[in-house]
């Protein structure tokens, strides 16, 4: 799979492994550094690595035992099938690990898909949050019209979350242009002025979920997650991340009651 022009995932398992080629490390750590939530991914793998060394190590390091090299024949045999025996263990721990990075890998692409929708959502949220007179389409005053116009539009059910309780009322919203269909973009302010806005996707693949994920756009924070076939993300570049967190989760759960 390729991530961008310079780092595919064959080059980025080479590097969990240290197996990666030294001119093309400095790369895929520029690139890293770039994608917080792949360089949690990487260094989980290292770990789980680290911990099955760890955890074999003092096997993998003793010698054949001499009462093993000097047993009759039809016992060496018996000896050399407990020694298969054992790789076949090993094999299965290794199998065991590699089922799990494929399931890993299985789920990067809907990883990439979610990552879209943050990368979408902190554009959208960096280009109308500093409006003045017209950061949304359809005012707040206006939002029964707004719900209905966006769920039409993007062929879904789509809510604006009350947050009153975290802090912020409704803006309004407006509808955008998404990779392939329409996007619908609503925005929230408090007594202050910070604003937040909340991007909702449809054209995710059918099924697939995702917890909440954190991703970092510039001066934008965002957290995105997806849900079925629709996905959400919450952005801001006024608030910290907790805060962020804390009105994230009071939308998941009126959307995912």
């Not at 094999?91 to 399931?103: K, P, R, T, Y």
């Not at 909340?198 to 957290?223: C, H, I, M, P, W």
């Not at 907790?242 to 959307?255: E, G, I, P, R, T």
Request: some cysteine; aromatic content about 8%; glycine content about 8%.
């Amino acid at each position: 799979m390729m991530h961008d022009a310079h780092v595919t995932e064959a080059e980025l398992q080479a590097y969990v492994d240290g197996r990666l080629d030294g001119a093309r490390v400095s790369a895929v750590e520029t690139w890293l550094a770039a994608h917080p939530e792949q360089l949690e991914r990487i260094q989980e793998l290292r770990r789980m690595g680290e911990e099955l060394r760890a955890h074999y190590e003092s096997v993998t390091a003793e010698p054949v035992p001499e009462r093993l090299l000097a047993v009759p024949r039809v016992r060496r045999w018996t000896s050399i099938g407990r020694v298969a025996t054992w790789m076949g263990v090993g094999l299965l721990v290794g199998a065991a690990a590699g089922w799990q990075l494929h399931d890993r890998r299985s789920g990067f692409a809907k990883a990439d898909a979610a990552e879209a929708i943050a990368r979408r959502a902190a554009q959208a949220h960096a280009t109308y949050s500093p409006e003045v007179r017209h950061p949304v389409e359809v005012g707040a005053d206006q939002e029964a019209h707004l719900v209905a116009w966006l769920s039409k539009r993007l062929g879904a059910n789509v809510r604006a979350p009350k947050l009153e309780n975290v802090g912020y009322s409704l803006v309004g919203g407006r509808l955008l242009p998404g990779e392939s269909g329409p996007v619908a973009q609503f925005m929230y302010q408090c007594h202050a002025g910070t604003r937040v806005t909340l991007y909702v996707r449809t054209d995710v693949q059918s099924g697939s979920e995702t917890a909440f994920r954190y991703a970092k756009e510039g001066n934008v924070r965002v957290y995105y997650w997806v849900d079925r076939k629709l996905g959400y993300a919450m952005s801001t570049s006024d608030i910290s991340k907790d805060d962020l967190l804390k009105v994230s989760n009071a939308v998941y759960q009126q959307l995912n009651p």
